[in-house]
């Protein structure tokens, strides 16, 4: 397996301990009552684990890729909501902390790290979450402030957020990729919380559409550059991208663990339902699959944390996460049989929730575009 350093291990350690002891036991009963988790992200807080970014550009300290990616994985394990719902809170963590304003900054941050402010960041309109240049959502500078019309869609965390990241294209340039980033504080006169979209798993998370009407924010809201917000917008989508690949395999892992529980406890004529090879092999193979996948998914994390270029390797990444988390979520509920398909087995909710992650932060469709694109453009050398 991956080779972490001994405070990787121990900081995974840590999580583990803390996902076995306090989010295991209850996962099933709060993924029925449907009731966003507040408790554990206050508890993941006070526990330290919200103070690291996904960026590789930031000089604070404590802030490291693969402690994110550890993180994110061994967290979605216990309940793949959470990782959904912290995702896009390290996204926007992670403008803050690099391309937000000194004063917003020092604002904001203590409270991100304790867990009291959590965020979303929000670029996908109705027009298509794929294409997230061809936006309609304006901003348009009045003296000192700045005034947002639009919708996003599908937006996590949406009406529980206390701040979004938005993407808005910025009125004084017509150029297609002349957009820009704001925050937007969820109290702003002007932000609407529309409906609540009822969606096949993570149920502890909220999904819904949020519309900023004339909403005025002040001129120091601005995230970045004005109309350079193209390059935000990859580099925060490269991160979603590793980041809900972490999820998956939290969640392809829990798949594996239940799959051989269930077949090592289960008898027929006096033999476990595992001795059998029709069992044995498809265990064989998820556990294959998913340590490449966790094996690719720290070598990206690792070209991240170390400023080295990676959006082709995260793209095909996050193709190889939909495919393994979702084959090893059907195969460990074949493996229940019917208890498998059952609103009280656990691996019910993993095949769920693995079916989110396909399309969130880019559909397996999406990242193939942006990974046959690159290869049909540059020598494969490149990447091998
Ligand atoms: C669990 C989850 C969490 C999400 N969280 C957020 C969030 O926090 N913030 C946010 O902004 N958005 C979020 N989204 C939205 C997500 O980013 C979009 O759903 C995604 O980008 C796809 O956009 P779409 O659903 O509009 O599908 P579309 O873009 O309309 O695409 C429809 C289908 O066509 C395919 N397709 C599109 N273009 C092409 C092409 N050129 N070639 C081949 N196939 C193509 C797509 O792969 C897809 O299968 C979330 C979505 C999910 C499911």
Same mark, same amino acid.
């Given at each position: 397996?991956?080779?972490?350093?001994?405070?990787?291990?121990?900081?995974?350690?840590?999580?583990?301990?803390?996902?076995?002891?306090?989010?295991?036991?209850?996962?099933?009963?709060? @993924?029925?009552?449907?009731?966003?988790?507040?408790?554990?992200?206050?508890?993941?807080?006070?526990?330290?684990?919200? @103070?690291?970014?996904?960026?590789?550009?930031?000089?604070?300290?404590?802030?490291?890729?693969?402690?994110?990616?550890?993180?994110?994985?061994?967290?979605?394990?216990?309940?793949?909501?959470?990782?959904?719902?912290?995702?896009?809170?390290?996204?926007?963590?992670?403008?803050?902390?690099?391309?937000?304003?000194?004063?917003?900054?020092?604002?904001?941050?203590?409270?991100?790290?304790?867990?009291?402010?959590?965020?979303?960041?929000?670029?996908?309109?109705?027009?298509?979450?794929?294409?997230?240049?061809?936006?309609?959502?304006?901003?348009?500078?009045?003296?000192?402030?700045?005034?947002?019309?639009?919708?996003?869609?599908?937006?996590?965390?949406?009406?529980?957020?206390?701040?979004?990241?938005?993407?808005?294209?910025?009125?004084?340039?017509?150029?297609?990729?002349?957009?820009?980033?704001?925050?937007? @504080?969820?109290?702003?006169? *002007?932000?609407?919380?529309?409906?609540?979209?009822?969606?096949?798993?993570?149920?502890?998370?909220?999904?819904?559409?949020?519309?900023?009407?004339?909403?005025?924010?002040?001129?120091?809201?601005?995230?970045?550059?004005?109309?350079?917000?193209?390059?935000?917008?990859?580099?925060?989508?490269?991160?979603?991208?590793?980041?809900?690949?972490?999820?998956?395999? *939290?969640?392809?892992?829990?798949?594996?663990?239940?799959?051989?529980?269930?077949?090592?406890?289960?008898?027929?004529?006096?033999?476990?339902?595992?001795?059998?090879?029709?069992?044995?092999?498809?265990?064989?193979?998820?556990?294959?699959?998913?340590?490449?996948?966790?094996?690719?998914?720290?070598?990206?994390?690792?070209?991240?944390?170390?400023?080295?270029?990676?959006?082709?390797?995260?793209?095909?990444?996050?193709?190889?996460?939909?495919?393994?988390?979702?084959?090893?979520?059907?195969?460990?509920?074949?493996?229940?049989?019917?208890?498998?398909?059952?609103?009280?087995?656990?691996?019910?909710?993993?095949?769920? @929730?693995?079916?989110?992650?396909?399309?969130?932060?880019?559909?397996?469709?999406?990242?193939?575009?942006?990974?046959?694109?690159?290869?049909?453009?540059?020598?494969?050398?490149?990447?091998?």
């Amino acid at each position: 397996m991956y080779d972490f350093t001994q405070e990787q291990l121990d900081f995974r350690k840590n999580i583990r301990e803390f996902v076995d002891k306090e989010v295991l036991p209850q996962a099933q009963r709060i @993924d029925i009552s449907s009731k966003f988790p507040y408790q554990i992200i206050k508890r993941c807080g006070e526990l330290g684990f919200l @103070d690291h970014l996904f960026s590789s550009e930031t000089n604070y300290s404590n802030m490291e890729v693969t402690r994110g990616v550890i993180f994110l994985e061994e967290i979605s394990r216990g309940l793949g909501s959470l990782g959904l719902i912290l995702c896009p809170h390290f996204q926007g963590t992670t403008l803050l902390s690099t391309a937000a304003s000194e004063s917003l900054r020092t604002e904001l941050i203590k409270q991100v790290y304790t867990g009291e402010k959590l965020f979303a960041y929000a670029i996908s309109e109705a027009s298509g979450g794929t294409n997230a240049l061809d936006i309609a959502t304006i901003a348009v500078r009045d003296g000192a402030e700045w005034v947002i019309n639009g919708t996003k869609c599908w937006i996590t965390n949406a009406g529980i957020a206390d701040g979004y990241f938005i993407s808005a294209r910025t009125a004084s340039s017509s150029q297609r990729r002349s957009i820009s980033f704001f925050y937007i @504080d969820s109290s702003d006169i *002007g932000v609407i919380h529309r409906e609540r979209n009822k969606m096949i798993g993570c149920n502890n998370s909220v999904m819904g559409t949020v519309q900023f009407k004339d909403c005025r924010i002040p001129a120091n809201r601005l995230i970045g550059i004005e109309n350079e917000g193209y390059t935000l917008m990859k580099d925060t989508l490269n991160q979603g991208r590793l980041g809900i690949s972490a999820v998956a395999a *939290g969640i392809a892992q829990r798949a594996l663990e239940l799959a051989i529980t269930f077949s090592g406890s289960r008898k027929y004529y006096g033999r476990k339902l595992s001795s059998n090879q029709g069992i044995g092999f498809p265990i064989a193979e998820m556990y294959a699959h998913i340590s490449a996948l966790k094996n690719t998914l720290y070598h990206t994390a690792s070209l991240c944390e170390n400023k080295k270029p990676y959006s082709v390797e995260v793209s095909a990444l996050k193709i190889l996460a939909n495919e393994v988390c979702s084959q090893a979520c059907q195969q460990a509920q074949e493996i229940h049989g019917a208890y498998g398909l059952s609103k009280d087995s656990e691996i019910e909710r993993c095949l769920r @929730d693995s079916y989110m992650m396909t399309t969130a932060e880019g559909t397996t469709q999406a990242c193939k575009i942006a990974v046959a694109s690159a290869l049909s453009n540059q020598p494969l050398e490149q990447y091998f």
